[in-house]
């Protein structure tokens, strides 16, 4: 059977998407194209684990490359397949590899490029030219692989999908893309639909064999992937692969590989082996995929096997297991966060802070048009110290955008600055609403206590405000109808706060946690009404202190936490 890949689209001449596809195709740079290299060890450490090694008839197999940029898969793919070829008569001839290989490049300049370095290569290993020429066009297609149709299904796909934000995506090419995979979520970045669409292309059986960041697997954007992967797929293996030097150039994303395969209807194999930071080595990484594609784990093995990993569209925890049972522990003794009494929030993005931000004092509208604002700056020493900014208000008490002919001076203040509001995309959207910020403004938030936290902390940063400031949108809030801000102060300053944001939150480089809205409300607490009179006041006093062991005992008296648990705190790297 020949097997054929289709590029032509439903829409092929819908001229919109057709001209969006052709700017990313000619016009991008290599960072636009979220194009980072692998090194060659890390690919055929891949290559290893998915299973495609010269020791099998590869050419019985059909791989998929769906972003072959500079080739370093798909060259190294090819020649274990010519290798494997070699072995049979005529084994080389096109009738026999077409099936093979597919490989896709959006990137014009980079798909001639490396089509070329490719025919040499296969010249050079035995292919006649009339051959290589018929394969590389069998085998290669320059397009939108998340717009590509294929004709069969895959036995194996490998690669380092591209990581690209929504934002450098253009408009109306995004929408196609979101009409097309169900796993674009929130503000997934494009490699989320990549491995969508690379998964449901395997056959019963096939591997998927990735190398890329590792946000989805924990981030609210990732919910629907994850969820894909636990009905249809087994996580099989996961390498950690923050700290190693697996690309030709630094990467600020933290780096996974997962092997994920399709499961037999069935069949299933809830068991995932996990190994973290592997040497970069050639002998050591082949040494790691025999051991972690073996039937059975040695009993000194390194890597670890972890049962239930991928359950529905919860996160996806791949270490510190021991903290991970005291927090499931937590989890069914203890309500939530906001089930607690709290809430927990961000403070407002206006899209254009040069025009809704200033000096407080000079902001020229009506007094009750701003409200004084506080930004990280105003907390970086652990209390609030304002600095003076303000924030204009163009919200009414009722929530609706307030008539500008009834504030002549803020209405003069806006149009000041007409060019810079109305262009952004939320004012776009809605031109009658142009002045409106992108978060509605709630004035009663600055009159509330509040603690205060900062996006991303290598430590929790939890800052008392007093009820008189509006937190910028960079900062996290929480408040609560129950709880008493300073006895709560205490609490999330605790090692205990941060056991539960370490755990589900995606690590930044130097080792600094994201302290979202998404993972605090993962935190476990006790109802203010269960705590006593001698807890609460232990607590108050304790809001502030640098103590922090001390005040970890005290939180751990609360939680009803064990002299080993604690110590598991503050010693395992999570304090």
């Not at 008493?484 to 755990?503: E, K, N, T």
Request: proline share 4%; with cysteine.
């Amino acid at each position: 059977m020949k097997h054929t890949l289709s590029v032509q689209s439903s829409f092929q001449d819908f001229c919109p998407i057709a001209e969006a596809v052709e700017r990313l195709a000619s016009g991008s740079g290599a960072k636009e194209r979220g194009a980072i290299y692998t090194k060659r060890e890390v690919v055929d450490f891949i290559l290893d684990l998915v299973g495609y090694t010269t020791d099998q008839n590869l050419a019985d197999f059909r791989l998929l490359e769906p972003s072959f940029g500079d080739g370093d898969f798909i060259f190294p793919a090819v020649e274990r397949l010519l290798k494997s070829a070699q072995r049979e008569p005529n084994g080389l001839k096109y009738s026999r590899l077409a099936p093979a290989i597919r490989g896709v490049e959006l990137h014009r300049e980079t798909f001639h490029r490396n089509r070329l370095s490719m025919q040499r290569m296969m010249i050079k290993q035995g292919v006649s030219k009339s051959d290589t020429e018929t394969l590389l066009n069998t085998w290669l297609t320059q397009g939108d692989f998340l717009l590509s149709e294929f004709k069969h299904d895959f036995t194996h796909t490998v690669g380092n999908p591209p990581y690209i934000r929504q934002e450098a995506i253009p408009d109306v090419l995004m929408g196609e893309y979101r009409q097309r995979y169900s796993t674009i979520y929130d503000r997934a970045d494009i490699y989320v639909p990549f491995i969508e669409q690379s998964l449901r292309l395997l056959g019963v059986g096939g591997k998927l064999g990735f190398i890329c960041a590792d946000r989805w697997m924990k981030n609210r954007y990732g919910k629907k992937l994850r969820e894909l992967v636990s009905k249809n797929y087994e996580l099989s293996t996961y390498v950690d692969m923050v700290g190693t030097d697996a690309f030709h150039s630094e990467v600020s994303a933290y780096p996974a590989i997962t092997l994920i395969e399709r499961r037999t209807p069935g069949q299933s194999n809830n068991s995932t082996r996990v190994f973290a930071r592997p040497e970069i080595d050639s002998a050591a990484l082949s040494a790691l995929a025999r051991e972690l594609t073996a039937p059975k784990l040695k009993k000194l093995s390194g890597v670890r096997e972890i049962d239930n990993v991928a359950k529905g569209c919860e996160p996806w925890i791949l270490e510190d297991f021991e903290a991970l049972a005291l927090v499931r522990r937590l989890e069914v003794r203890l309500p939530t966060l906001e089930n607690a009494g709290c809430k927990v929030g961000i403070g407002v993005a206006t899209g254009a802070d040069r025009a809704f931000i200033g000096d407080f004092e000079e902001l020229d509208v009506e007094p009750s048009r701003k409200l004084p604002l506080v930004m990280t700056k105003d907390i970086l020493d652990g209390h609030s110290q304002w600095r003076g900014r303000g924030v204009i208000n163009p919200f009414g008490d009722d929530g609706k955008l307030v008539n500008l002919e009834d504030f002549p001076r803020l209405r003069n203040h806006l149009e000041d600055h007409f060019e810079q509001i109305a262009g952004r995309h939320v004012a776009m959207k809605a031109p009658r609403n142009w002045y409106r910020t992108i978060d509605r403004i709630y004035p009663d938030l600055a009159e509330r206590e509040k603690l205060l936290i900062p996006d991303i902390k290598g430590d929790a940063a939890i800052v008392y405000e007093g009820g008189k400031l509006y937190p910028h949108h960079n900062l996290y809030y929480i408040t609560s109808d129950d709880w008493d801000i300073h006895a709560l102060q205490a609490v999330m300053r605790s090692g205990i706060a941060r056991l539960f944001v370490a755990l589900y939150s995606t690590k930044m480089r130097g080792g600094y946690l994201r302290f979202q809205a998404q993972y605090l409300r993962r935190i476990r607490l006790p109802l203010w009404e269960n705590v006593s009179i001698p807890m609460r006041e232990r607590l108050k006093r304790y809001s502030e202190t640098n103590d922090r062991h001390e005040l970890n005992k005290i939180v751990a008296s609360l939680y009803g936490i064990s002299a080993s648990e604690m110590a598991l705190i503050e010693g395992s790297g999570i304090q």
